[in-house]
């Protein structure tokens, strides 16, 4: 009882999941940068819900979550560089998902203003936007705790949200956006999980550099932690063939070193489960073994 009073105090307390496997098992699917700007507007925004119907059955899970790198926004821009705005319509997108990172290098394209108008557009869409504040899920009986983490040079580690989060969660699930765009695994990235699995964090799903990166296992206070790097794209424009590349990670709970993947592919602004030499690509560079879903 004082668990559960615990979680509640404080806390938004958010429900799992999206047609979850009917089995008793807890599992989380876990995808990497996700934009609905530019060339994935051009190509999907007639048929917004039919954006992620190719790939619905490797996201079907209990919890499921991945970088929302497009603030969802009317809003006018002020940022420079690279504008990744979209539609608040483009939500309707997003059906398949349960939880979206929102803290990355795109967040404030639109400003203070448009990071408060998308967050409340995925709340409105009964999804939940994961930001820097621990966010809790009850997920089958067992509390699961979010947060999202930008490292933009300035911002420390979140070892005390962290420390917190597990004091209060079985599980603890960090989605860092770190590393160098289109680039390997950094020591800078090794050091920075090595930190965040000490201070509790039980899966860190890191995005941000754009194409997929190696996982590791690491041993944490309670145990086996799972540190995926970079899931690459889930969806985006970019055309270069190692950013059309990613993955929807499921890691069944609480035996994380149970993880497998499903490799996914984009091009032209779509999504597909990825086949053939993309497909083995993709499993070598995780370094995981395919789901069953992808066989």
């Not at 615990?6 to 995808?31: C, D, F, I, K, Y």
């Not at 939880?99 to 639109?110: E, I, P, Q, Y």
């Not at 970079?230 to 969806?235: E, V």
């Not at 592919?265 to 370094?287: D, E, K, N, W």
């Amino acid at each position: 009882m004082k668990r559960a009073c615990a979680l509640l105090a404080g806390l938004l307390l958010t429900s799992g999941g999206r047609e979850a496997p009917a089995s008793g098992v807890v599992t989380l699917a876990l995808g990497g940068d996700l934009s609905l700007a530019r060339g994935v507007a051009q190509a999907n925004a007639a048929d917004w819900p039919a954006t992620l119907r190719p790939i619905a059955p490797l996201l079907r899970a209990d919890l499921t979550a991945a970088n929302l790198e497009s603030p969802l926004t009317d809003a006018p821009r002020v940022t420079r560089g690279i504008d990744l705005r979209a539609s608040p319509g483009a939500a309707a997108a997003l059906w398949a998902l349960t939880h979206l990172g929102v803290v990355n290098n795109h967040s404030l394209d639109a400003g203070p203003a448009g990071q408060a108008q998308s967050r409340g557009t995925l709340s409105r869409a009964n999804l939940h936007p994961v930001t820097a504040a621990p966010i809790f899920s009850v997920v089958r009986g067992q509390p699961v705790a979010l947060l999202a983490w930008l490292d933009d040079g300035a911002t420390s580690l979140p070892l005390a949200a962290v420390r917190a989060a597990a004091r209060r969660a079985d599980t603890v699930i960090v989605l860092p956006h770190w590393g160098e765009e289109y680039g390997l695994t950094t020591a800078r990235q090794r050091t920075q999980a090595r930190a965040l699995v000490a201070a509790g964090a039980t899966v860190i799903a890191g995005s941000g550099p754009h194409v997929l990166q190696g996982h590791e296992v690491l041993t944490g206070p309670r145990g086996a932690a799972l540190v995926l790097y970079s899931l690459g794209n889930l969806l985006f424009d970019q055309p270069f063939p190692s950013a059309q590349l990613g993955a929807v990670v499921r890691v069944p709970l609480p035996d994380v070193t149970r993880a497998c993947a499903a490799p996914t592919r984009t091009r032209a602004g779509r999504v597909s489960p990825a086949s053939g030499v993309q497909r083995a690509q993709a499993l070598i560079r995780l370094g995981l073994p395919a789901c069953p879903e992808a066989r």
